[in-house]
């Protein structure tokens, strides 16, 4: 299945519905399958010790796997998260950019599954794992 909105289209559709987290996050690549987003680390994602506080971990993960969704489903603002499970494996290397690398493993009608590995910018060790379900509205 063709993707029905560019990387583009996502990120302008993003700031539209999503305006608070402007300026957060930053689409790389959009593909059918894949999604590569990064958190543009700020100090006020950081925790105590300087490194990426896990809310902010969640919240790259969980975005990351909206964007995927919304490529492949289209203008669907209120398609949700209905669970996901994080595993926090490592501490993000402080200073630098978190990436998100996710995939779609599933895309049915009413749910959508993915997974999404984050790494810190420069780094292959994963700090941590995430696995989303998207519920998606139905068309009216």
């Known amino acids: ?37 990064r958190l543009l680390a700020h100090d006020r994602h950081l925790r105590p010790g300087g490194t990426v506080s896990g809310p902010a971990m969640f919240s790259l993960a969980d975005v990351a796997a909206y964007v995927i969704v919304l490529g492949r489903i289209g203008r669907k603002a209120l398609a949700v998260t209905t669970n996901c499970s994080i595993d926090f494996m490592r501490k993000p290397v402080s200073g630098v950019d978190l990436i998100a690398e996710g995939r779609i493993l599933k895309l049915g009608r009413q749910l959508a599954v993915v997974d999404v590995l984050l790494h810190s910018e420069g780094s292959e060790a994963a700090v941590a794992r995430a696995s989303l379900t998207y519920a998606i509205p139905p068309d009216r």
């Open 1 to 37: 299945m063709a993707l029905a909105l560019t990387r583009d289209e996502v990120a302008e559709f993003l700031d539209e519905v999503f305006p608070q987290v402007r300026g957060d996050f930053r689409i790389d690549a959009l593909s059918e399958t894949h999604v590569t987003m």
